[in-house]
């Protein structure tokens, strides 16, 4: 008797038309522009109106250096801001197929978000987050479609990384992942999958230790910033430095994801430096504040 093997159908993603994006930071304010760039009406949603104003001129900005670089036409940049809408209330939500959530690395806020999100937004419309390290599980237990929540977490600069990590909590649906992931390919991005929902995923779950390692040798003296990021960079064939990359990424942002790791994953490797501590303590975020592991104009 021969035996058949029954294959399951993989389902369909949704049709997305409109996207939003949470937030109009320079993560936020990334992801909108590629989306705006791919063909996709976009809203770009910001609780500050000055923020808001700061993040759509960003985008415009970065348009018209790629002018200047001869990659992009002038119609070209008309064409992407015309898919482009500021919008200052959540209410004007409501024609997005799929939002993506890109503010502060703060859960307590995030789950705040998520909550006025599923009470705003149309039954059908998928929310995603763009958290580094907050569990996707916990984000979709705030909300009343927990199947319709998915982890999109982008890489900075957003417009120039390839890479989105794709993150199913428990009770992602099938549905729901690959639509996010269609939606990644559609960008032109490549999507990884994080198999597992837990504690910073891939990226952040190998990259903060290190970063958080290469701030305990600065503490202790055994080398200059310039000297351990030029170590790493021709050592590993890493084309930036961990402290120069610590203060792109913002050194409250890397005090965070340590944080959740070290109080998630109950492991004292995962602790942050006293040094990053009192970097942030002291408002010396990076490059965003001017002063991170060394000093911008």
Not at 65 to 82: F, H, M, N, P, W
Not at 155 to 181: C, W
Not at 258 to 279: A, M, N, S, W
Request: hydrophobic share 40%.
């Amino acid at each position: 008797m021969s035996s058949s093997t029954v294959q399951l159908d993989t389902p369909a993603p949704l049709s997305i038309k409109t996207v939003a994006v949470i937030g109009a930071g320079q993560m936020g304010g990334g992801i909108a522009q590629v989306l705006a760039s791919s063909g996709f009406d976009t809203l770009l949603y910001d609780a500050s109106s000055a923020g808001l104003n700061k993040g759509m001129k960003a985008i415009y900005a970065r348009l018209t250096r790629q002018i200047e670089k001869g990659t992009l036409t002038a119609e070209a940049r008309t064409d992407i801001i015309s898919r482009l809408k500021s919008v200052t209330a959540l209410e004007e939500l409501k024609s997005a197929d799929l939002v993506i959530e890109a503010i502060i690395e703060n859960e307590p806020i995030k789950l705040e978000l998520f909550a006025k999100l599923d009470a705003e937004c149309q039954p059908s419309c998928i929310l995603a987050t763009n958290t580094s390290s907050i569990s996707i599980t916990k984000i979709a237990a705030a909300t009343k479609r927990p199947t319709q929540v998915v982890g999109m977490h982008f890489m900075n600069p957003v417009p120039v990384m390839k890479l989105v990590e794709l993150i199913r909590g428990l009770q992602t649906s099938d549905e729901t992942y690959e639509t996010a992931k269609a939606l990644t390919l559609k960008l032109e991005k490549t999507p990884v999958t994080a198999n597992h929902d837990y504690p910073g995923f891939i990226v952040n779950r190998i990259l903060l230790p290190m970063i958080n390692e290469a701030i305990f040798a600065l503490m202790e003296g055994i080398a200059s910033p310039e000297d351990i990021d030029t170590a790493m960079k021709l050592g590993t064939n890493q084309p930036m430095g961990p402290l120069t990359l610590a203060d792109f990424i913002g050194l409250d942002t890397c005090l965070a994801i340590t944080q959740i790791l070290h109080r998630e994953l109950g492991d004292d490797k995962f602790r942050p430096c006293p040094l990053l501590v009192k970097y942030v303590e002291a408002g010396w975020h990076g490059k965003k504040s001017g002063r991170g592991f060394y000093k911008y104009e």
